[in-house]
């Protein structure tokens, strides 16, 4: 990274710790309320390409250790050299070499079937998949979610979507307990599917 690069990057978190720590928070309530969509402190500098809560999301989850892999969108925009410069994160070419994937709204989503899984003896070392879509709706008609973290059953509503995202879902659930996990994100909001939640069509959809 040559030094135009770094006058061009924005600031992080106004405070790491506490950035951090919030973004982190939200992050785990979310996978804990499979559907439930959650506002995403926004306590940060942003690049000009991504969904705020999105990038904010993965500022505070990636370190140094992790390899992230962006789509098309992204990869041509700031949001490389800052995660880099802020997380000191890996960015990766190949999805299947990725702990996170970050998905732009209307750009192609590579399929789950590509992503890290992880194994029967380590689960944990799969990837999580940042989506962003054009909305997320909790009194709509849509998807029923059921699972761990949802009393009974979740309605959820998603725009932005490709339309075999629920059949893919499918197959990435009945891995368990292997599987990716997926965060949804609005611009300001975030939704968590852990690879244990099931997706059922409306039955009136």
């Known amino acids: 990274m040559n030094s135009p690069d770094l006058q061009n990057i924005v600031a992080g978190f106004d405070h790491e710790a506490f950035g951090s720590q919030a973004v982190f928070r939200v992050a785990l309530d979310a996978l804990s309320h499979p559907g439930r969509p959650l506002d995403m402190p926004l306590d940060t500098a942003l690049p000009r390409q991504g969904h705020c809560a999105a990038a904010a999301l993965l500022l505070g989850l990636l370190d140094a250790d992790t390899t992230l892999w962006?789509?098309?969108?992204?990869?041509?925009?700031?949001?490389?050299?800052?995660?880099?410069?802020?997380?000191?994160?890996?960015?990766?070419?190949?999805?299947g070499a990725a702990q996170f994937v970050w998905v732009a709204q209307g750009d192609d989503l590579p399929s789950l079937s590509r992503m890290q899984k992880g194994s029967d003896a380590y689960p944990d070392q799969s990837a999580t998949?940042?989506?962003?879509?054009?909305?997320?709706?909790?009194?709509?008609?849509?998807?029923?979610?059921?699972?761990?973290?949802?009393?009974?059953?979740?309605?959820?509503?998603?725009?932005?979507?490709p339309p075999d995202f629920a059949s893919q879902w499918a197959d990435n659930h009945a891995e368990f307990p292997r599987g990716v996990d997926v965060f949804l994100t609005t611009p300001t909001q975030i939704a968590g599917l852990p690879r244990t939640t099931r997706i059922l069509p409306d039955p009136e959809s």
Do not use: K, M, Y
């Not at 962006?70 to 999805?95: E, K, M, Q, Y």
């Not at 909305?135 to 059953?153: C, M, N, Y």
């Open 129 to 161: 998949c940042v989506i962003e879509v054009n909305s997320l709706q909790t009194d709509a008609v849509g998807w029923r979610l059921q699972g761990p973290g949802i009393p009974a059953e979740r309605n959820l509503r998603v725009r932005g979507l």
């Open 70 to 95: 962006l789509s098309p969108a992204l990869a041509s925009s700031d949001a490389p050299a800052w995660l880099r410069f802020h997380t000191g994160c890996l960015i990766v070419t190949d999805v």
